[in-house]
Every structure is written in structure tokens, then in C-alpha cells.
């Protein structure tokens, strides 16, 4: 008996000891996930995607998931948004529909739009008949289209029977019937040819083998049918863990009903077949008999900071932008945008991009919009890499954003945190429960290199699986939303420990895998460092062993000009600075640098903005307004890619915090002082026609006058008639009268912009004209002209004040500067004929103007 207590007692213990350390014996043995990614991941079988055409090519703007409840009698019903494809309320549509195989070079088996056979077999293209119609007329209606049964070649799951088109006020839909069972056959496809529009292709983007005839299409709706199931697949990143639970809505929480299994690799797995999107889930890690509960290190949507993960489905936002280019780098202009302070969330800044469109910007860079702890923040304590802060909004709400931004031909640049994460509200701190010496766990250093700024939390370059996780949220913030480039903060402490003090090696060549990662998927996005230590290796090619970033915040610019215009006495405000700072480029290339007079950065910590710092408490005085826009016309005249802080533009005042919006009331009261920055960004921009060489890769400061306090630069790029540009400025408060610089060419320079105009401030004097040059060496310039230039004030000027005028050389009127320009010269030789400098004669002057502008008109 005594034997027998003793086993009891045994097995006793033993079972607790199974429940303390999470190990029931009795729970279901999961299989891993035979679908790819972390995170939760819907799946399913069957599926349509949506394309648009574009400019010039197909787009995917997302995919719809069909109705297959009477699949098995050969019934699918589709249900489009009226906004996923471009159409509304009393329009007509053209169209057709074409069943087929899931072979890639698949034909049209059968099409809607025909009673006969499309095609006589596999191999042979299929025709389409004439287009269909359907008219969205009223709140709602619906008409049947009945098609002839038996006018395939073969497999009756391809012949159309019948198909019903219909609409309400929000979806079209789309219902056909083919003659099978179409869960049995298990690889039909679908094809819809929609007409919605004047013009179109003739191609479609799966690239099937089908005549359109004369029919044109900009709509294409691919869908495919099976009976695999939907679901959601989770995976982690969990390698001391013994056992990993999920729990969430779709198992009401409990604690062991769905287990995930050990891959062996590190990674656990399962596929829920009852989970959806929307669903709210967490998992519980065991280690060592101690359960922690996590919010997925890969969750692309959180209710909150310290609550439960989300499953998003990728597919639910229909993106509308098809024809959007991104500027050239050195044609782009940079708006830093705090979505908190700017507008309250993502959805609010929709309703602002007309503002920064009518402002001339073309280009976004958020502050960083991870989940962050709390409500508020500047967003550098991101404790959420994957996910969106759910105080500003959600995935798609962000990506409606883009969409919009694009429509305007903005782009939108994200600012992301590899240098440290959270400190507080992060899943990632211990993650698995693997804690030596109770620092971060598996995510992070664990010995000296963890400490940073901003607490002990610098990620293990170290670790594949960190450099992984940190590659794919780079390039998922790219992919999934569009994104157009990316803003790496604080390079400096992922090269290097304590400021730059100690080299960390694996960082550096992390750096240089993800560049290389990134150019590999899209080469054109702009992906910039604040690493602030003024190297040109930091822009070099990975080749040439540089990091491989595409530009740099410019330490360099920014303390320097900043000193220069906030110094009190004009006689401290050095030129030669302002040479230094205009001409500093890396690798020779102006592209390498971004340039600014106000950032998140220096408008706090210790700092305010420029108007506050030059006039303490009265930032809207003549003084403030006068020095803050010299710097700006510096920003946006210079070589590099210039940039504005939000609110900048309207003489925002104090300094930035997380917790004060912006004051929009300023754009009524400074309305002046916006249209001085509406007026340089459409300059720098050229888009009138007559400043390219703003943008340009050519500079020349050809006049310092340290003792007079001004300072004149030529910018150029091809170089002629609305290329040359000229800048002048004058950095005291005493005027320029009567003041001769050198141009680079002879004749009318007109003064296109003038930050003294009235039209920016009722106190202005509007001193300034145009200026002729004259043959009068100055500035080792072979021409000269005079200037009056109002103190602190900046003028520009050009060779043309009408984008008319910025082809005189193309005398035939062809829109080309080339031979015919150089016959008529030729043939007007001597006389006022063919005149194009204004000195009423045609010789060799209007020749050497026609050989400098050969080329296409601008």
C-alpha cells in the first residue's frame, strides 16, 4: 500500500510540475504553418486581383476575396468597391468575361462577349467579341447577361452559362455561373475586361494570349478559384522558448486550445483556420515554467502600446494612384512632418495635402509613426517596429494617406529607428524569457554595446536573425505602403557606441546590407542618414566601401548658417561661412547632402525655432521674419536637397514639443510670409520654366563681401536662357545701393524674386529691379550689372522672366534649338532679321546663343 500511496504521490507532483511549467500532457500537438512570413499572415484559395492601368505600365491596387458559397453548382460572386475601380453612380462600363486556365500562357476559354468558341484549343489565342454594356443607373439595379452552353473545346468548369452585373451605391458586383462544380475541378480562372474610361490597352497584365480586336481596356480583374481553405498563419521568433501558446478572439482566449509548433530553427508555427482579420491575438512564451505574455514581434496592428496584436489584412486597401513618378533628387523639396502636432492623426493630414500642394513641396518625411508608449510623442521611443502608433490611425488609413500624397505628387519618406527601440512598452525586451543578467534578451546586445542614449536597448547587429527582422521592416515600410524612402535615424550609434566612441563593425555592415537590400528592390527610393558626423563614407557606394546611403543630414550646413543669420552684430556674420556652407558637398555630388534651417532637432532640445531665436518672445517682428527668410532662401537656392520643418513656412514660433500644435491661424496672419516660401519652392522647382539651374549640379560664389556683408552665386545646370541663375544677398542691415556684381552672360537679368516685395509684408520696401550686363569685368565674370538690394533681403535673378522667353534660340518655332536655327542665323547674317541677343544686329553673339541652348525647348 505503502508502494502504491508513493506512485500517486509521484504522479501528483509530476502533473503539477507539467502545469507550472506550461507542459500539460494532454494538449493537442500542433503541425507547423505551410504558408511563408512572421507575423500573422491571412491566407486563403481563392482570390481577384485588381489592376489599374497606369502611365505606363499595369498596377495591382489589391485584391478582393469571391463568395464561393455556391461554388459546387458553378456559382462565384465577386463584390467590388466603386472606389477600388476608378467608377460611380451613372456611368457606363464596357466589358467582357473570359474564363481560364491557370497556366500562365492560358487563352480566354470562353468569353461573354461571343456565342461561338474564343479559341480552339490551349495553344491558341482566344478573340473577344464586342464589348458588353452596363450602366450603374440609380441607387441600385442589376442585368443579366445569358451566355450560349457548349461553346468551349473542352472542360464544361470553363463554359459560361450566365453572368449577372449589378451595383448599389457603394460596390459593383459581379456574378457568374459556369457549368461544373468548381470546387472538383479546383484551377479555374477568371478574367475581366473592364472599359471605363476614353482610351486604354489592348494588353492585360497577366499577360494571357488574347485579341481584345478593337476593344481597349484600363480595368483588368484576375481571379483564381480552388478549395484551399482561409485562414491566418502566425509565426514567431522564439529560440528559448519551450512552448509557445496563442490566444486570442478566434479561440476566446484560451490558454492552451491552439499551440504553435517548434520548427526547430527557432521559429514557431500553426495556421488557424478560423481566425480573420480584424481578430485580436497575443502569444504566451514558456520558459523554464514561466509564461510571458507577448504582443507579436512582428504585429502589423495593435489596438495599443501594451495591448493586443491585430491581424491586418494586406489586401483590404485598394490603392488609386496610378500614374505618380517620384521627382529626381535634386528636383525634390522636403516637408518634416510631426503627424501629431500637425494634424492630430493620419486621416486629419489627408485633409491638409492641398495645403502643402498649393505650398509647391513634393516631397513628406514623417517623423517616425511606430506604436510608441502613450498618446504622445516625438515617435523616437518606437517600441513596435511593424506597426503603425494606433493613436494616428491605422495601416490603411496610412496607406490612403500615401495614396493621396501621391495623387498630388508628393512623396511621403518615413523616419525609422534602428540605433536603439522603445526603452519602455516593448514585447521585444525579453522576448522569450531569455534574459542574461537581466538585459534585453534575444532582440539586443547583452553586454556594454546595449547602452545608448536612450537606455540599453542598441538591437544585436550581431544576431542573422536581428539583421533580418531589421532588413524586413525596412523594406516592409517600403513595399507595403509605397513609401518613396526612408529617414535612418542616428546612424552614428548603429556604426558605434557612446557618440562615435567605439566602432561596432556588424553595424556598420549592416548598414551597407540594408542599402544594398533596398536599391535592390527599387533603387530610386531615397533612403537618407542622420548620422551628423559630416563624412563623405557615409554617402559612398558599398562598393566603394561606404555605407551606400543616398543622402545625409548636413551637420556641416545647418550650425554653421544657423550661427550666421540668429548672431546678433552684422559684423560677426561671416561670408566666408556662407561660401564654405553653400559650396560643402560630399562625393561631389549635391544629392548627397539634405539641407535645413530648422528640423525636429534644432526647434528643441534646448533650441527654438529661427524667428524665435533671432527676436526672444516677438517672432513675427520685421528683424525675425527678415533673418529666418534669408536662411530659408539659403536652404532652397543651395546645392543639396533642401528641406522644411512643418510650420516653418507660416513663422511658427516657440519650440517644437509633441504636445502643442501647430498654430494655423498663422497662415492668415504671415499669409505673406507662406507666399515668400510658395514663391522660392516654385523657383527652386523651376516651374515657371525660367530657374532650372537651381537644381542644377553647377555652383559658383563669385562674390564675397565680408566687410559689405554680401554674398552672390551663380547656379546652373545645362547653362542658357531659363537654366543661368544668379543669387544675391545681403546679410546687414544696411542696403546695397548702386552695387555691381558679375554675371555670366551679357543682356536682361530679370529680378524673379525679391524677399524685400510688399507683397510679402506691409513693411517692406520693395527695393530691387532687374539688371542688364553690361561688357564690364567684375567678380572674374566677363559682364557686370548694377543692384539695389535691401538689407537682409536675398533677390534672384534670370535670363528669363517668362517661361516664353526660355527658347529664344528656337527661331523656326519647332520646339527644338538645331540646325534650322543655325541656317536661319546663318541666312540673316548682318541684319536685325534673326536678332536674339537685342543689339538689332544678327552675328556671331546670337550664333554662340544657338550652339548653347541646342537641344530640345524646355
Known amino acids: 500500500?505503502?508502494?502504491?500511496?508513493?506512485?500517486?504521490?509521484?504522479?501528483?507532483?509530476?502533473?503539477?510540475?507539467?502545469?507550472?511549467?506550461?507542459?500539460?500532457?494532454?494538449?493537442?500537438?500542433?503541425?507547423?504553418?505551410?504558408?511563408?512570413?512572421?507575423?500573422?499572415?491571412?491566407?486563403?484559395?481563392?482570390?481577384?486581383?485588381?489592376?489599374?492601368?497606369?502611365?505606363?505600365?499595369?498596377?495591382?491596387?489589391?485584391?478582393?476575396?469571391?463568395?464561393?458559397?455556391?461554388?459546387?453548382?458553378g456559382t462565384i460572386r465577386w463584390t467590388f468597391p466603386l472606389s477600388s475601380i476608378g467608377i460611380a453612380n451613372g456611368e457606363t462600363i464596357r466589358?467582357?468575361?473570359?474564363?481560364?486556365?491557370?497556366?500562365?500562357?492560358?487563352?480566354?476559354?470562353?468569353?461573354?462577349?461571343?456565342?461561338?468558341?474564343?479559341?480552339?484549343?490551349?495553344?491558341?489565342?482566344?478573340?473577344?467579341?464586342?464589348?458588353?454594356?452596363?450602366?450603374?443607373?440609380?441607387?441600385?439595379?442589376?442585368?443579366?447577361?445569358?451566355?450560349?452552353?457548349?461553346?468551349?473545346?473542352d472542360f464544361a468548369n470553363l463554359d459560361i452559362t450566365w453572368a449577372i452585373v449589378g451595383h448599389d451605391i457603394y460596390n459593383l458586383y459581379?456574378?457568374?455561373?459556369?457549368?461544373?462544380?468548381?470546387?472538383?475541378?479546383?484551377?479555374?480562372?477568371?478574367?475581366?475586361?473592364?472599359?471605363?474610361?476614353?482610351?486604354?490597352?489592348?494588353?492585360?497584365?497577366?499577360?494571357?494570349?488574347?485579341?481584345?480586336?478593337?476593344?481597349?481596356?484600363?480595368?483588368?480583374?484576375?481571379?483564381?478559384?480552388?478549395?484551399?481553405?482561409?485562414?491566418?498563419?502566425?509565426?514567431?521568433?522564439?529560440?528559448?522558448?519551450?512552448?509557445?501558446?496563442?490566444?486570442?478572439?478566434?479561440?476566446?482566449?484560451?490558454?492552451?486550445?491552439?499551440?504553435?509548433?517548434?520548427?526547430?530553427?527557432?521559429?514557431?508555427?500553426?495556421d488557424v483556420s478560423n481566425a480573420v482579420p480584424g481578430d485580436q491575438y497575443n502569444y504566451v512564451i514558456i520558459n523554464n515554467g514561466t509564461q510571458y505574455t507577448r504582443i507579436d514581434a512582428r504585429s502589423y496592428q495593435l489596438t495599443n502600446s501594451v495591448g493586443n496584436s491585430v491581424v491586418y489584412d494586406p489586401d483590404s486597401y485598394f490603392w488609386q494612384t496610378t500614374d505618380y513618378?517620384?521627382?529626381?533628387?535634386?528636383?525634390?523639396?522636403?516637408?518634416?512632418?510631426?503627424?501629431?502636432?500637425?494634424?492630430?492623426?493620419?486621416?486629419?493630414?489627408i485633409t491638409k495635402l492641398d495645403y502643402l500642394k498649393d505650398l509647391g513641396v513634393n516631397a513628406i518625411e514623417l517623423m517616425p509613426i511606430w506604436e510608441f508608449a502613450g498618446n504622445s510623442s516625438w515617435?523616437?521611443?518606437?517600441?513596435?517596429?511593424?506597426?503603425?502608433?494606433?493613436?494616428?490611425?491605422?495601416?490603411?488609413?496610412?496607406?490612403?494617406?500615401?495614396?493621396?500624397?501621391?495623387?498630388?505628387?508628393?512623396?511621403?519618406?518615413?523616419?525609422?529607428?534602428?540605433?536603439?527601440?522603445?526603452?519602455?512598452?516593448?514585447?521585444?525586451?525579453?522576448?522569450?524569457?531569455?534574459?542574461?543578467?537581466?538585459?534585453?534578451?534575444?532582440?539586443?546586445?547583452?553586454?556594454?554595446?546595449?547602452?545608448?542614449?536612450?537606455?540599453?536597448?542598441?538591437?544585436?547587429?550581431?544576431?542573422?536573425?536581428?539583421?533580418?527582422?531589421?532588413?524586413?521592416?525596412?523594406?516592409?515600410?517600403?513595399?507595403?505602403?509605397?513609401?518613396?524612402?526612408?529617414r535612418v535615424d542616428g546612424t552614428k550609434w548603429i556604426r558605434a557606441t557612446d557618440d562615435g566612441g567605439t566602432d561596432i563593425p556588424e553595424g556598420w555592415t549592416l548598414l551597407q546590407w540594408l542599402n544594398d537590400e533596398i536599391d535592390a528592390h527599387d533603387s530610386g527610393k531615397l533612403i537618407i542618414c542622420e548620422d551628423l558626423d559630416g563624412t563623405d563614407w557615409m554617402t559612398k557606394g558599398t562598393g566603394a566601401g561606404g555605407a551606400g546611403f543616398d543622402s545625409q543630414w548636413d551637420v556641416y550646413w545647418i550650425h554653421p548658417i544657423r550661427g550666421v543669420i540668429e548672431t546678433i552684430h552684422d559684423?560677426?556674420?561671416?561670408?566666408?561661412?556662407?561660401?564654405?556652407?553653400?559650396?560643402?558637398?560630399?562625393?561631389?555630388?549635391?544629392t548627397d547632402r539634405v539641407i535645413y534651417t530648422e528640423s525636429h532637432d534644432e526647434v528643441a532640445n534646448g533650441r527654438s525655432r529661427v524667428p524665435e531665436e533671432i527676436s526672444p518672445g516677438d517672432a513675427g517682428n520685421w528683424l525675425a521674419r527678415k533673418r529666418s527668410t534669408l536662411g530659408a532662401a539659403l536652404v532652397l537656392t543651395s546645392p543639396g536637397i533642401p528641406m522644411l520643418f512643418q510650420g516653418q513656412e507660416f513663422l511658427e514660433d516657440g519650440f517644437f514639443h509633441d504636445d502643442d500644435p501647430l498654430d494655423w491661424t498663422k497662415v492668415t496672419t504671415y499669409s505673406g510670409i507662406l507666399k515668400l516660401y510658395t514663391d522660392l519652392v516654385a523657383l527652386r522647382l523651376n516651374k515657371a520654366g525660367i530657374s532650372g539651374g537651381l537644381a542644377g549640379a553647377s555652383t559658383n560664389v563669385h562674390h564675397i563681401n565680408d566687410n559689405g556683408k554680401a554674398i552672390a552665386y551663380h547656379r546652373w545646370g545645362t547653362?542658357?536662357?531659363?537654366?543661368?541663375?544668379?543669387?544675391?544677398?545681403?546679410?546687414?542691415?544696411?542696403s546695397l545701393n548702386s552695387y555691381r556684381i558679375g554675371f555670366p552672360n551679357e543682356g536682361n537679368w530679370y529680378m524673379v524674386f525679391n524677399s524685400d516685395s510688399t507683397q510679402y509684408a506691409n513693411d517692406y520696401t520693395d527695393i530691387g529691379h532687374d539688371a542688364v550686363?553690361?561688357?564690364?569685368?567684375?567678380?572674374?565674370?566677363?559682364?557686370?550689372?548694377?543692384?539695389?538690394?535691401?538689407?537682409?533681403?536675398?533677390?534672384?535673378?534670370?535670363?528669363?522672366?517668362?517661361?516664353?522667353?526660355?527658347?529664344?534660340?528656337?527661331?523656326?518655332?519647332?520646339?527644338?534649338?538645331?540646325?534650322?536655327?543655325?541656317?536661319?542665323?546663318?541666312?540673316?547674317?548682318?541684319?536685325?532679321?534673326?536678332?536674339i541677343t537685342g543689339d538689332t544686329m544678327t552675328d556671331v553673339s546670337d550664333l554662340l546663343v544657338v550652339i548653347g541652348e541646342f537641344g530640345p525647348c524646355p
Not at 484549343?121 to 441600385?140: D, K, Q, R
Not at 490611425?393 to 536603439?420: C, M, S
Request: charged residues 15%.
Open 1 to 73: 500500500m505503502a508502494t502504491i500511496q508513493s506512485i500517486l504521490k509521484y504522479a501528483v507532483l509530476l502533473l503539477l510540475s507539467f502545469c507550472m511549467m506550461g507542459m500539460l500532457p494532454s494538449r493537442v500537438v500542433s503541425v507547423p504553418s505551410v504558408h511563408a512570413g512572421h507575423g500573422a499572415i491571412p491566407y486563403g484559395g481563392a482570390g481577384c486581383q485588381v489592376w489599374k492601368l497606369g502611365a505606363t505600365d499595369w498596377i495591382n491596387s489589391g485584391t478582393v476575396h469571391p463568395d464561393l458559397t455556391n461554388a459546387a453548382s
Open 95 to 153: 466589358f467582357d468575361i473570359a474564363t481560364s486556365g491557370s497556366g500562365a500562357s492560358d487563352p480566354g476559354v470562353d468569353h461573354l462577349s461571343r456565342s461561338d468558341m474564343a479559341t480552339t484549343g490551349w495553344s491558341t489565342p482566344s478573340v473577344a467579341g464586342n464589348f458588353l454594356e452596363y450602366t450603374l443607373n440609380g441607387g441600385a439595379g442589376n442585368q443579366t447577361f445569358i451566355d450560349a452552353v457548349g461553346d468551349v473545346f
Open 174 to 270: 459581379i456574378t457568374v455561373n459556369v457549368d461544373d462544380n468548381l470546387l472538383q475541378t479546383n484551377w479555374t480562372n477568371f478574367m475581366f475586361f473592364l472599359n471605363t474610361e476614353q482610351g486604354g490597352a489592348t494588353t492585360n497584365p497577366w499577360g494571357r494570349p488574347i485579341d481584345l480586336g478593337t476593344e481597349e481596356i484600363n480595368i483588368f480583374l484576375g481571379s483564381w478559384i480552388n478549395d484551399a481553405g482561409d485562414g491566418v498563419s502566425f509565426r514567431t521568433w522564439a529560440p528559448n522558448a519551450d512552448a509557445v501558446a496563442l490566444i486570442g478572439e478566434f479561440n476566446n482566449w484560451s490558454m492552451w486550445s491552439t499551440m504553435l509548433a517548434d520548427e526547430g530553427d527557432g521559429n514557431w508555427s500553426v
Open 325 to 349: 513618378a517620384r521627382p529626381a533628387w535634386n528636383e525634390t523639396v522636403i516637408y518634416e512632418m510631426h503627424v501629431g502636432t500637425f494634424s492630430g492623426g493620419i486621416l486629419q493630414a
Open 379 to 486: 515617435g523616437y521611443n518606437g517600441s513596435h517596429p511593424f506597426a503603425i502608433e494606433s493613436s494616428y490611425g491605422t495601416p490603411n488609413e496610412l496607406k490612403r494617406f500615401v495614396d493621396e500624397a501621391h495623387q498630388r505628387g508628393i512623396a511621403v519618406l518615413l523616419d525609422v529607428l534602428y540605433n536603439h527601440w522603445g526603452p519602455s512598452d516593448m514585447s521585444l525586451w525579453q522576448y522569450d524569457g531569455w534574459n542574461p543578467s537581466e538585459m534585453g534578451g534575444i532582440y539586443f546586445y547583452n553586454d556594454w554595446r546595449a547602452v545608448t542614449p536612450w537606455g540599453d536597448t542598441r538591437p544585436d547587429y550581431g544576431r542573422d536573425e536581428v539583421r533580418q527582422y531589421i532588413r524586413d521592416n525596412a523594406l516592409y515600410w517600403l513595399e507595403e505602403f509605397r513609401l518613396d524612402g526612408l
Open 571 to 590: 559684423s560677426d556674420r561671416s561670408m566666408w561661412t556662407v561660401r564654405d556652407s553653400v559650396m560643402a558637398v560630399y562625393n561631389g555630388d549635391q
Open 719 to 734: 547653362g542658357g536662357i531659363g537654366d543661368d541663375v544668379i543669387v544675391v544677398m545681403n546679410f546687414s542691415s544696411n
Open 773 to 835: 550686363a553690361i561688357q564690364f569685368a567684375y567678380d572674374s565674370m566677363p559682364y557686370s550689372g548694377i543692384v539695389d538690394v535691401a538689407p537682409y533681403s536675398v533677390q534672384i535673378f534670370s535670363r528669363a522672366d517668362d517661361a516664353n522667353e526660355t527658347c529664344n534660340a528656337d527661331l523656326t518655332g519647332d520646339g527644338v534649338v538645331d540646325v534650322s536655327d543655325l541656317l536661319t542665323i546663318i541666312s540673316a547674317w548682318g541684319t536685325p532679321n534673326a536678332d
